[in-house]
């Protein structure tokens, strides 16, 4: 550690008596301390702490309005949990006056009067100490730091990873991409009252926007066939739900693990009669059936190339009428609780004009 470090620490001394403090600020200067500030009234300690920000105090302890303790309360108030080393100079050097001082949070103690080489030596193992203990905090500040922007960066590429995985199912079906968002943000309003965390939510609304990647492993004739599907082809489409829980399978995060249970169940139906496995109500993971009541609403108020959307009241009243069939019917009537907001996001995500859809296919 350079000595210019030490001699660069700020001093604040506090003592009514004007010629000690005026001699001591020669010493510290002889010594090759450049920052003193002297303070003859104990009541402004406090106001010189704050806005000199000393890195050591001198403190005496019999003081006309405030006593040295007093101070020092004040000063362990303001420093929080920053460490400020304090050594008490005092006249009184009796043992009860010195265990007492210790005892308040002072680090040292010198009595009056001092022998100036005792005095610097006892402040040069002071300031080192406190030289080097910033010097760790500033280090462990700097580490703590990279660690957390490194964490940060890690989630962000991962999000972004899986945004971008999740673009490939609309890559090829769906040439706005605004399926995939409507049903991520539907999905994530309706989770609202679900007794997910707000943690969940966000992970239901990433995992939604995956729910068809398996449409990747659906062959073009199938998978743009602008007319109606033979039941060998429909037997091929719905692949897709096995197809995408594969992909996803094996992954280590939560998100990866509810995006494989989404792509996997989101055609299940409440009732028992859906695909790929036939599992009814509650057997049905809870995010897969929130993206299937918002997967079906979208479908049903969008083009395609063998319907017109329906007005929205429309697909409320087939929701309605397929709560504990094909849907959760909690989960319709958390829909149409939410109904305006759900309308909302359909809206601000519209279809590109008639014409100019890819010519896509639900799995409707
Ligand atoms: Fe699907």
């Avoid at 007319?227 to 399978?249: D, N, Q, S």
């Amino acid at each position: 550690m350079a000595q210019g470090s030490i001699h660069k620490s700020k001093i604040l001394v506090v003592d009514d008596e004007p010629s000690f403090t005026g001699m001591l600020e020669i010493l510290l200067k002889v010594e090759g301390f450049v920052a003193i500030r002297a303070v003859n009234d104990a009541r402004e300690a406090a106001g010189a702490f704050i806005g000199f920000e000393p890195n050591l105090v001198i403190l005496d302890l019999n003081m006309p309005g405030m006593s040295g303790l007093e101070v020092m309360a004040q000063i362990r108030d303001l420093a929080g949990d920053r460490w400020i080393p304090i050594v008490v100079v005092s006249g009184e050097n009796d043992g009860d006056t010195v265990t007492k001082a210790l005892q308040s949070g002072a680090q040292d103690f010198i009595g009056k009067p001092f022998r100036r080489a005792e005095v610097v030596s006892r402040l040069r193992n002071l300031l080192k100490v406190k030289v080097l203990q910033d010097e760790v905090e500033q280090k462990n500040l700097f580490l703590q730091e990279r660690v957390e922007a490194g964490t940060k960066e890690l989630l962000e590429s991962h999000k972004d990873l899986i945004r971008r995985l999740s673009r490939c199912s609309e890559y090829r079906d769906d040439d706005t991409g605004h399926h995939i968002q409507r049903v991520s943000r539907t999905s994530e309003v309706l989770s609202r009252g679900t007794g997910l965390s707000p943690e969940q939510m966000a992970v239901v609304r990433e995992a939604a926007a995956m729910h068809d990647i398996g449409k990747v492993g659906i062959p073009d004739a199938i998978l743009l066939k602008p007319a109606k599907l033979t039941p060998e082809e429909w037997e091929i489409m719905k692949t897709h739900t096995l197809i995408g829980a594969a992909l996803l399978a094996g992954g280590n995060s939560p998100l990866l693990r509810l995006s494989e249970q989404v792509a996997m169940s989101h055609h299940e139906r409440w009732d028992g009669k859906g695909y790929p496995a036939g599992l009814g109500g509650e057997e049905i993971p809870l995010a897969a059936r929130i993206v299937s009541v918002c997967d079906v609403f979208d479908a049903l108020t969008s083009r395609r190339p063998y319907k017109e959307p329906w007005p929205a009241e429309r697909a409320k009243e087939e929701l309605v009428a397929q709560g504990g069939k094909q849907f959760d019917m909690d989960l319709v009537t958390l829909f149409l609780e939410r109904w305006a907001d759900l309308v909302e996001i359909r809206e601000f995500y519209p279809d590109a004009p008639r014409g100019t859809t890819w010519p896509g296919r639900s799995a409707y």
